[in-house]
């Protein structure tokens, strides 16, 4: 399945490794490759098995796990080893989680501090990433055995609203199960791609995206513009779901039985059996009218017109969120092109009705709901594999990138909504004699001083040979590969010094801290624009003064008194100007010692010439 590829330089044979998406979800996980013969997205499965694999991990005593549909079964009988949600506790502290903490039946330490939670089985501790991380190494473990190839590559998605602290613990969990993450998308981007959204670079679309899983619910309003996909709005519920329906269905035949809710609570088996049946009548009631079932001598029934009226609370609670969200895009419902459907609970034919009703126009559920996420995610990791060349571009740096240099002010070197991979060099060189080092300070953001910008990253060239100020060529080049990181390498060319460092440029930035530092640019941007003046000017003035020295040093002699008088003079004013911000200034100071000192240099300059010229014939 995998590709072989031979390197013509070597000969050899290279296998080129499968990349696979992985929907790392709240409730069920799965993994989905590019089929490499129909080119379609398929989920992996073994046969007559589901490609679902339930986000559930069991500790046994022995301390040994397992992952998936075995450790769901101990989720009613062992509920202190059997671990689920833990994508809820990603890049958590436990103050975050405080208020939901009944939720969890298993123990999730209580230190009441900002540290990341983590969760106590027996006397071992778990962070949220190691219990991703088992369950990404089950995926893996299983996409190898379908695939019988290594899997090492993966692209993952998470909810489009994850912060950077919740994207990086998710890479992490990867990192950890033995997975290169390449790229870390959105779950709304990637059921967009399911459905080809967005390939079509001449596109220009606003999608809603509707999820609603097992025990969340989410809706984004995405824009794509030439194949960029941009968030503009989430909302939501984090804890309503199909759960919520199986519930609402258990509360109903407990009315019927006139079994008490402390009855049932007290029956653990009783009240699986029953969750258990109530999620059975759901489904059936996605495609019938009635559902009967006996459960110790009862029987339970529920109509489909029952169901619906239980559940419409919930769906419109969804509904209103899908306003928020809408509201919140600052878009009108009818320029919302494409209504795309996700998660499970969406075959729900009430909630498809309900969804379609208020965007105004049919929705996109072709596709099985349950692995479209995944899906998407084998499009995306088809598209890094190179497989797909033409939509290799499918991420925009936030902000511009590039480095301190004279005075404090920012060089740019990529700039903002650059689309990446990409990559810029330019050259610099040094402002001293004999400088062998040079400092590399890298930042982001759209001011014009670096000081108000944010720092990402700082190193020193070192090593660069003693050189006259202004020889040395020491080229910085940025690369941004296509998973975000930014790799700068200083190299100095004379020499062949080289330093590199890696960089990975939005960490740590949410959406709203990237929109501050665009509009501060923006409001700044006058202000701005007189700083760098004046520092320029500074810089210059600094440089002059420097010759200036440099020259009287070295040809003193040569010049009269006054011609020294004069000079020291108009060397004076200009310091004196430097420190005050008047650019104006600085620069009639510049021009005045430059008036003095050019005669003089001038005439130094022909009796350096006609010296050379003696004793040599033409
Ligand atoms: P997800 O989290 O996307 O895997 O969604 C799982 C949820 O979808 C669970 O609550 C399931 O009970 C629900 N679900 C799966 N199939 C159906 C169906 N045919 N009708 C209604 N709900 C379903």
């Not at 450790?71 to 975050?96: C, H, V, W």
């Not at 059996?273 to 559902?291: I, V």
């Not at 910008?453 to 070192?462: I, P, V, Y």
């Amino acid at each position: 399945m995998a590709k072989i590829g031979i390197n013509i330089a070597t000969g050899s044979l290279q296998k080129e490794e499968m990349i696979v998406g992985i929907d790392l979800g709240t409730t069920n996980s799965l993994v989905a490759i590019i089929h490499p013969e129909s080119k379609q997205p398929i989920a992996l499965k073994e046969h007559n098995s589901s490609s679902l694999v339930p986000s559930v991990v069991h500790f046994d005593e022995m301390g040994g796990l397992t992952v998936g549909e075995e450790a769901r079964k101990f989720l009613i009988t062992e509920p202190q080893n059997t671990i689920f949600s833990a994508k809820r506790l990603m890049g958590k502290s436990y103050n975050d989680v405080k208020q939901n903490a009944s939720f969890f039946t298993y123990k999730v330490i209580d230190d009441d501090t900002e540290s990341l939670v983590k969760v106590q089985v027996g006397d071992k501790f778990y962070s949220p990433i190691d219990l991703s991380s088992f369950i990404l190494k089950e995926l893996k473990a299983r996409a190898e055995h379908i695939l019988k190839t290594p899997v090492t590559k993966a692209v993952i998605t998470v909810p489009a609203y994850f912060n950077d602290a919740q994207r990086q613990a998710t890479r992490d969990a990867g990192k950890l199960a033995g997975l290169d993450v390449l790229r870390i998308i959105n779950e709304p981007t990637a059921a967009s791609l399911a459905y080809g959204l967005g390939l079509n670079k001449d596109e220009q679309k606003t999608i809603a995206v509707y999820d609603l899983g097992g025990g969340t619910f989410d809706i984004s309003i995405l824009q794509i513009t030439n194949g960029i996909f941009e968030v503009l709005s989430t909302n939501g519920d984090t804890y309503l779901g199909g759960d919520d329906f199986d519930r609402a269905i258990v509360k109903h035949w407990l009315q019927q039985t006139g079994l008490s809710e402390e009855e049932m609570s007290g029956n653990k088996e009783l009240s699986q059996a029953l969750r258990l049946k109530a999620e059975e009548a759901k489904k059936h009631l996605s495609s019938n009218n009635t559902f009967e079932a006996k459960l110790n001598g009862d029987l339970l029934r529920i109509t489909k017109a029952e169901f619906n009226e239980l559940i419409a609370p919930l769906i419109s609670k969804t509904i209103d969120s899908c306003r928020n969200a809408v509201k919140d895009a600052g878009i009108e419902i009818s320029a919302i092109d494409t209504v795309v459907m996700v998660g499970g609970s969406t075959r729900v034919p009430a909630v498809k009705e309900a969804v379609s009703s208020f965007f105004g126009k049919p929705v996109h559920d072709e596709v099985n709901p349950d692995e479209v996420v995944a899906l998407g995610a084998a499009v995306q990791a088809d598209i890094l594999a190179g497989n797909n060349k033409e939509f290799l571009l499918l991420d925009i740096t936030p902000l511009s990138l590039g480095i301190e240099t004279m005075g404090g002010l920012m060089d740019v070197l990529i700039p903002r909504n650059s689309k990446i991979p990409t990559k810029a060099g330019r050259q610099y060189t040094t402002s001293k004699d004999g400088q062998s080092g040079m400092r590399i300070s890298v930042f982001q953001g759209e001011r014009d001083l670096v000081q108000d910008n944010r720092k990402l990253a700082e190193f020193n060239l070192t090593g660069i040979p003693a050189m006259p100020a202004g020889l040395p060529k020491v080229e910085v080049s940025f690369l941004i590969n296509a998973d975000g990181i930014l790799v700068v390498t200083a190299r100095e060319l004379r020499s062949g010094v080289e330093q590199k460092i890696e960089v990975k440029p939005q960490y740590g930035l949410s959406d709203e801290d990237v929109e501050k530092m665009l509009l501060d640019s923006i409001t700044h941007a006058k202000d701005d624009i007189a700083k760098r003046a004046l520092v320029e000017a500074k810089t210059e003035g600094e440089q002059l003064l420097e010759t200036t020295e440099k020259f009287l040093t070295k040809n003193a002699q040569q010049l009269t008194q006054e011609e020294l008088v004069q000079t020291a003079e108009a060397m004076q004013a200009l310091q004196l100007a430097l420190t005050m911000e008047d650019k104006d200034l600085i620069h009639k100071k510049m021009e005045e010692l430059n008036d003095i000192s050019r005669p003089y240099a001038e005439r130094l300059m022909d009796m350096a010439v006609s010296q050379a010229m003696k004793g040599k014939t033409i």
